[in-house]
């Protein structure tokens, strides 16, 4: 039997994407965002796939026997690849002239995994969290999900003519197998490696498999409800999905627990469909049903629209731009569902030809693309041209795994007995050790960073939840240091916080303990706070025009910095402190001689950026911090 088209599923697919729009916009409501728990559109979007995709597969080979794999990704194809490519092709065009040369690289690398469905890989290999945060430069971000799909596409349709051949009577149980195997290990793997879990199928199989099962069971009277149960359950279904959509705020460690409740709500609307379910015509409405229709190209282009609208910085605070991006979409989306997907999906063109145009228009998209980079490049004022790639993603981020450790720190080793050099500090120390952990074993020395956000190594006298954590913090990085008993200890204190006379000495002891076992220690004295964030305000005047930022970058007087007085005012006492101590084996390294002269500390050149904020080191920041540690270094290893 020829299953009914069901307008509910439409209407569906219309709020999820709905929901996912409005997280992408972030519309702020008295400082409150507007469906902060949008993203989980998608969690619905895996579930629809997985029930439709198996009703057309148990349909063509149960009822017709006539499932052919090759007509199956045929039709995944033609409905997929042709809307995809147009997207990229203009978000390409607007890439070229908009993004720093870095981000237009990344942005090639991240075209070129979508257009092949590997993006996920991408996405997770790159450190790319999916979030809010991390939306303005990223254009293509999105299709991650479209590559999870497809490669649920590559292996299902075996693995379900598999189970209908060889084991019929039992394709719930075997269902349900999966469906448990694949929840228990995303419920396992999520706090822990989250980017693995949010990205990949073997995490996010279960919500595919739960459609599946609705598919499977769609015309059995598992449980004979009445109407009025039907219509209850699915109204409970609507409100856990729009209660995750208002209340859910948290990408991380998800899918989760909490994404159960959309999953099911999702569940419950499909399994209770019934023509006099008041939700099923509440879903069933035009506008909804209409927003479904066009619900993939709606998905492919709203993303590229906010991102890049981020980017060229349009106030997107601004309730009215806001809807007119959103009407650009729904526009663009309809244009592209109704001359390139319903085109395509006619079978027209044949496959052969559709397969040998797209092989040949990715070769010379991507070729042009390649040998467009240099002179996208020569665009850009020097110091722009890597501003993205001078920031904390390659410097802390990028470092993740060796920053802010609760239970064991990281240990490079060089193969070399004695000789460690350990790195104790706050995220300004997290944003030289990478420069550093490549120099040390360059040189066999053995590294161990031991940095923690806001914990300096000092024993802080007030009682609170921030100091009670940086103290544990404290007396793990101690007893690590002490289990060696010799070695560099390189220790920088944030002259932000002045330390109580308590502190001070506890501080002074601790440190003449360690000279005293035979410890060498290198001070790193205050690193200059600057007054304002430097890769932003690059990037503000570079929005105005390339010629203003370079303008702006020939006089000295406009560089980003603070007032070298005024550093020494702020750092006095942190100075005072550390030129307390003397001793044949303490070493010092000042920072302010790097970048102050007489009259200011600053965070940039014509050419290079020190600084990725006000605080943090840039790569080339912390490659000029460990020029002077390497010296010291290679005094103390002669």
Known sequence: MIKKYREEIDGLRGLAVLGVIFYHAEILIRN???FPGGFLGVDIFLVVSGFLITRIISNEYLNNNNFIFKDFYERRFRRLVPALLIVIIFSTLFAYFILLPNQFIYYLKSAFSSIFFFSNFFFHY?????????LTTIPLLHTWSLSL???????YPAFLILIFTYGKNRINTFLIIFFLISLGFSLLINKNHGSFNFYMLPSRGWEFILGALLAINEDKKVFNFNISTKSFLSFLGLSFILYSFIFFNNVSHHPGYKTILPVFGTVLIIFNAHAKNYINIILSNRVLKKLG????SLYLWHHPIFSFSKIIGLNDQNIFIKISLFLLSVILAYLSFRYIETTFRKKIFSLRNVLVSFSMFASIFFLICFFSIPYQTKNFP??????YEKTWYTTKQKFVPCFQRTKYFCDFKANTENKNVYLVGDSTMASIQEELRINLLNKKLNFIPMTNAVCDFYKREKSNLKNEM???NYEMRKNKILETKSGIIIIHLNHKKKLTKLEVDMFLNEVKNYLKIGYKIIFIYPIPHLEESVSLKIDENLKISKDYLENYLQNYNNYISIEYMKFQNKSKHMFEVLDLINHKNLYSIYPHKIFCNENKCIGHDKNDIFYIDSLHLSKMGSILINKELLKVVNKIYK
């Open 293 to 296: 229709l066009i619900s993939y």
């Open 32 to 34: 409150t965002t507007l």
């Open 126 to 134: 790159t450190g790319e969290a999916y979030g809010q945060s991390v």
């Open 470 to 472: 940086c103290n544990k």
């Open 149 to 155: 799909e497809e490669q649920f596409y590559i292996f």
């Open 382 to 387: 020097t110091i722009a041209k890597d501003l």
